[in-house]
T-cell receptor, first 112, second 111 residues
Framework: SQTIHQWPATLVQPVGSPLSLECTVE??????LYWYRQAAGRGLQLLFY??????ISSEVPQNLSASRPQDRQFILSSKKLLLSDSGFYLC???????????FGEGSRLTVL | RKEVEQDPGPFNVPEGATVAFNCTYS??????FFWYRQDCRKEPKLLMS???SGNEDGRFTAQLNRASQYISLLIRDSKLSDSATYLC????????????FGKGTRLLVKP
């Protein structure tokens, strides 16, 4: 069966520090991969999605970036965090042929 | 107009009640529709897909109305454990395939 792992689960970072969140999917090949953010009391915002290695589309211009160095690995990064980057970050995958979306357990980021 | 809109609620209902949520979407080319459930501080989890002919899973029934561009979720015989936020999700075609989420409808089931 397919599984998705995301880490770290929780982190507290100072403003201006870098960020790296990682996500891996097991049990499937060529998945579509996604990064979402959910700010407190708000809906899920699509940040990036990827249909293959090094193929990434950005939905929102901001100080975040994403990379997909391997088929089942998706990384969210920032060189300098802002207070507004605080939120609940969710990695997700879907089959290449469009189907349901499955989420990792999320990473809760607090920027101070 | 937002791509996916939901009434945020909360819907406060007693145990055993029937409750219905609607969700409207703006992209008429959307092809796939889903309901997700999200518990507090947890990741969303798929509740059910929504098919053109409508579908039922136990106490849950989902309907799609393409002409009016909305989907609905009906929960019968509400349980305390149904308390959660219910997210409406549609795909968005164009430069790729991505899922767009509504902000969710909060349901509180009380004894």
């Amino acid at each position: 069966s397919q599984t998705i792992h995301q880490w770290p689960a929780t982190l507290v970072q100072p403003v201006g520090s870098p960020l790296s969140l990682e996500c891996t999917v097991e049990g499937t090949s060529n998945p579509n991969l996604y990064w979402y953010r959910q700010a407190a009391g708000r809906g899920l915002q699509l940040l990036f999605y990827s249909i293959g290695i090094d193929q990434i589309s950005s939905e929102v211009p901001q100080n975040l970036s994403a990379s997909r160095p391997q088929d089942r690995q998706f990384i969210l990064s920032s060189k300098k965090l802002l207070l507004s980057d605080s939120g609940f970050y969710l990695c997700a995958w879907s089959p290449r042929v469009p189907g349901e979306l499955f989420f990792g357990e999320g990473s809760r980021l607090t920027v101070l | 107009r937002k791509e996916v809109e939901q009434d945020p609620g909360p819907f406060n209902v007693p145990e055993g009640a029937t409750v219905a949520f609607n969700c409207t979407y703006s992209n008429s080319a959307s092809q796939s529709f889903f309901w997700y459930r999200q518990d507090c501080r947890k990741e969303p989890k798929l509740l059910m897909s929504v098919y053109s002919s409508g579908n039922e899973d136990g106490r849950f029934t989902a309907q799609l109305n393409r002409a009016s561009q909305y989907i609905s979720l009906l929960i019968r015989d509400s349980k305390l454990s149904d308390s959660a936020t219910y997210l409406c999700v549609v795909n968005r075609l164009g430069q790729g395939f991505s899922f767009i989420f509504g902000k969710g409808t909060r349901l509180l089931v009380k004894p």
